[in-house]
Each structure stands twice: as structure tokens, then as C-alpha cells.
């Protein structure tokens, strides 16, 4: 793992490189490029992180190698009925399954039925619609706009295609509005009332949310991709308890393998496990799952909970440092990992930005602002997220000079359309 300076204290990446050249030295250079990209940069995009190698090393296990299609034998889905697998010689990857599923209850002190199965969060949402939707039912979900994710209803995505999107969206300050979030319900009684985001700073309110699903006789999913490593270590409220089904990628603050899971109460556990399988996917990763695994027990040490607590402390001396400097933080700050920083007043645009701070080593992405006027791939502003830099040791300090090294990558932006204008 990288340190603050870029130094990396394990020569896990070299012999992976060393071993991909007895095969290709076009992938194995490729690798090595990425590797140093990513020691060398502050990165800063917000649904990234840099997982342990031992994560790491159980992806790239001989597990790859194993077929598994179906799920093991009680326990773990006594709840669900959908027992056995379609394969021989699953006794182990059986047991690691179970394990598996058992250190992420424990992760969220939950009892809902868990599925580690998923490949991916959109994998996740898409079986966690059909375990209790019918295609053309009507979904309220946060505007894509406002912080969504592609999953919860985008034009192009299957979502958006299978079902009849509705969209609640942000008040003047750009928090969710629970007010129309209300409303919506009430007009449309949709069959499912979703939250979650890619892009959301704040805390969300998911007991006012299972209230308004209640009230019209809906189900409440939450999506808590981004925070769900906030939530394992108590820095975010949690969704259990209240919603129906929650959805969750592995890869982000929860600093683990690319993967999703899908956690459900367990009257829905059958409909859950038949959705993943045999509905979306065919065989799990179960090398995937071994890391999926390894990760939840990081997630259960107390190192974990420190390093979510700086994540945030980090989030919120960034954002404040940019609002010193005179910037439109959207929400006027962060209760969690991430922020958008409002850069309509520029002449320069989101993607500008994200190109310019490239070239000098600083990765963040463009992002669509509240009452967006630029499309999507063009923007008027940028994500920027504390998860990465934390895990290599970043305190508040490193991200204050980080606000002060894009502040003169923005002036020098200023500068040019400026001069641009006067030629
Ligand atoms: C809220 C949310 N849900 C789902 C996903 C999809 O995850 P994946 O990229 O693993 O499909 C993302 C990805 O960024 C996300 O932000």
C-alpha cells in the first residue's frame, strides 16, 4: 500500500507485474503504468479506494478458477430455500459463501438476509428491482441530477427502460427535499420509494424515508454504495431496520473488492437469491467473494472505525477550506466522504477542470451541479472525495494544501478564458 508520499511499503504490485510478463509485456507494462499513476497522483475521486493487498490477493487466488452456480446448503440460506449448487466440489467455497455472509451481518449488526453474489452495485440494484418489481412499475428515486446514480432511473440504463421513473428532488440548499419527496408519494403511490447517491453530501434521513414508504403502502430500498463504510463503522446512520432491501457496492469507502451485495429482510430473502441467480447471473466470483470476505473482516477491527472517522474529519476540512477561499460547495459542506464543488460562476467548465488537474496529478471527476445548465459531459462541477487519500494516510492539513493546489489550477483556468474573451 502507498503511503502519503507515494512510497509503497509491500512489493505485492511489482510481482504482480513480474508475473503478467511471463504472459504479455504490453499488459504487464500497462499495469505498471496504472501502478505508478495512482502512487504518484492525489486521488480524489470519490467512489474510489485502494483495498489491502490481502483483498487484493484473495481476488487473485485459485478461487478464479472454481464454478459455483447456486447458492450452499443451510445455513446461511435456510431463510431464502434457494439451496445447493449446480456444481461438484463446492464443499469449500460453500463454507467461505457462509462465512462470508455471516462477518457482513456481524459488519452491519444486522439479521437480514445477505447475497455476496452480486458482480457489481448496478448488478445489485438490477436483481434487487426484480426481487419485488414487475416491469413498468413506478419508482421514486433521487433526480439523477441532484446525486442518483445510473441505476435509479436513467434514460439509457435498464432501469430507466423497465420501469416508470419518478424523481424527488433537492431543496434550494441542495439537500434532499423530504417535503416533496412526501409529495411524489402521495401523487403517484409508487410500488418502490429508493434512496441513495453517487454524489450526495449529506446525511440521509432513511426513518423519515421508511415513514412517507409506509404511509403509501411502498417499498423502501436504500442504495448506500457510497457510505456503506460510513455506515459499517457508525459514521453514518444506518438503513437497517428501515428499509426492505439495501444495496450496496464493495469498492468504495468500504475498501474492498469491486463487487455488490444485497442485503433484504428475510421474507424477501427467496425472491432476493432467485433474482441474482439464476435471474442476472450465472456463476459467483467466488474469488471475488473470498475478497468480499477478507474485507469484512477488516471492516470489523477497530483500525476501521478510525480510518472512517478521518475520512470524514479529512471531507469536512477540504470543504471548508474551499468555502474559505470563496467557493459554492454544494450544501454548503459535507457530513460524509464526498462534495460537489458549484462551479457555474466559472467560465470554465467541469470537465475543464477535471483535464487540468490531471496534468498536474490530481484525479477528480465533473459532475452535474443542482439546477445544472451544461450537459452531463461537459458539467459545471466536480466531485471530490476524501476515501482514497485517507487510506494513505492524508490528514486534515494534506487535504487543506490539496484545496490550495486545485485553487491555482482554477485560477490559471480563469486566466485563460479570461484572455481567450479579450482576443
Ligand atoms: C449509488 C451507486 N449505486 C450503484 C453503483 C454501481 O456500482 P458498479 O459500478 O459496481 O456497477 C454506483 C457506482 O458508482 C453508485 O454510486
Given at each position: 500500500m502507498f503511503d502519503r508520499n507515494g512510497n509503497d511499503n509491500s512489493n505485492y504490485n511489482q510481482m504482480i507485474v513480474e508475473e503478467i510478463r511471463k504472459s504479455s509485456e504490453k499488459v504487464a507494462d500497462l499495469v505498471n503504468r496504472e501502478y505508478l499513476r495512482q502512487k504518484n497522483n492525489v486521488e480524489l475521486i470519490a467512489s474510489e479506494n485502494y483495498c489491502s493487498e490481502a483483498v487484493m490477493a484473495a481476488c487473485g487466488?485459485?478461487?478464479?478458477?472454481k464454478y459455483a452456480e447456486g447458492y450452499p446448503q443451510a445455513p446461511i440460506t435456510r431463510t431464502s430455500g434457494n439451496k445447493g449448487r449446480y456444481?461438484?466440489?463446492?464443499i469449500i467455497v460453500d463454507e467461505l459463501e457462509e462465512y462470508c455472509c455471516d462477518l457482513w451481518r456481524k459488519v452491519f449488526k444486522t439479521d437480514y438476509h445477505v447475497n455476496?453474489?452480486?458482480?457489481?452495485g448496478s448488478q445489485a440494484n438490477f436483481a434487487a428491482y426484480k426481487a419485488i418489481l414487475e416491469p413498468g412499475d413506478t419508482i421514486l428515486g433521487l433526480n439523477l441530477d441532484n446525486?442518483?446514480?445510473?441505476?435509479?432511473?436513467?434514460?439509457?440504463n435498464f432501469s430507466g427502460k423497465l420501469y416508470d421513473m419518478h424523481f424527488y428532488d433537492v431543496d434550494d440548499n441542495g439537500r434532499i427535499d423530504m417535503e416533496d419527496v412526501k409529495k411524489k408519494a402521495e401523487e403517484l403511490r409508487p410500488k418502490l420509494i429508493l434512496t441513495g447517491a453517487s454524489a450526495y453530501s449529506r446525511i440521509i434521513d432513511f426513518p423519515a424515508f421508511a415513514e412517507i414508504a409506509k404511509s403509501v403502502d411502498a417499498y423502501f430500498m436504500v442504495d448506500?454504495?457510497?457510505i456503506a463504510g460510513l455506515v459499517a463503522a457508525g459514521e453514518h446512520p444506518t438503513p437497517f431496520g428501515y428499509a426492505d432491501i439495501v444495496t450496496t457496492t464493495t469498492?468504495?469507502?468500504?475498501?474492498?473488492?469491486?463487487g455488490g451485495m444485497i442485503f433484504a429482510r428475510p421474507e424477501l430473502a427467496k425472491k432476493v437469491d432467485s433474482a441474482v441467480f439464476p435471474y442476472a447471473q450465472g456463476g459467483p466470483l467466488c474469488h471475488i467473494i473470498a475478497g468480499k470476505a477478507v474485507c469484512a473482516e477488516e471492516a470489523l477491527r477497530p483500525e476501521f472505525k478510525t480510518y472512517q472517522h478521518q475520512v470524514r474529519l479529512n471531507c469536512a476540512a477540504l470543504a471548508d477550506e474551499f468555502t474559505k477561499m470563496g467557493y459554492k460547495v454544494v450544501t454548503g459542506g459535507?457530513?460524509?466522504h464526498v462534495f460537489l464543488l458549484d462551479l457555474?460562476?466559472?467560465?470554465?467548465t467541469g470537465k475543464d477542470l477535471q483535464a487540468a488537474c490531471d496534468e498536474v496529478g490530481i484525479t477528480l471527476n465533473k459532475n452535474c451541479v443542482p439546477n445544472?445548465?451544461?450537459s452531463p459531459m461537459q458539467t459545471s462541477g466536480v466531485r471530490i472525495g476524501t476515501a482514497p487519500m485517507t487510506t494513505r494516510g492524508y490528514l486534515e492539513d494534506d487535504f487543506r494544501k490539496v484545496a490550495h493546489r486545485i485553487d491555482e489550477v482554477v485560477k490559471k483556468l480563469d486566466a485563460e478564458k479570461a484572455a481567450e474573451a479579450k482576443a
Open positions: 487466488s485459485c478461487l478464479s478458477w456444481y461438484g466440489g463446492t455476496v453474489q452480486p458482480h457489481s446525486g442518483g446514480h445510473l441505476t435509479h432511473g436513467s434514460a439509457v448506500m454504495a457510497h469498492h468504495k469507502t468500504l475498501r474492498g473488492p469491486r459535507t457530513d460524509n457555474s460562476d466559472h467560465e470554465f445544472e445548465k451544461r
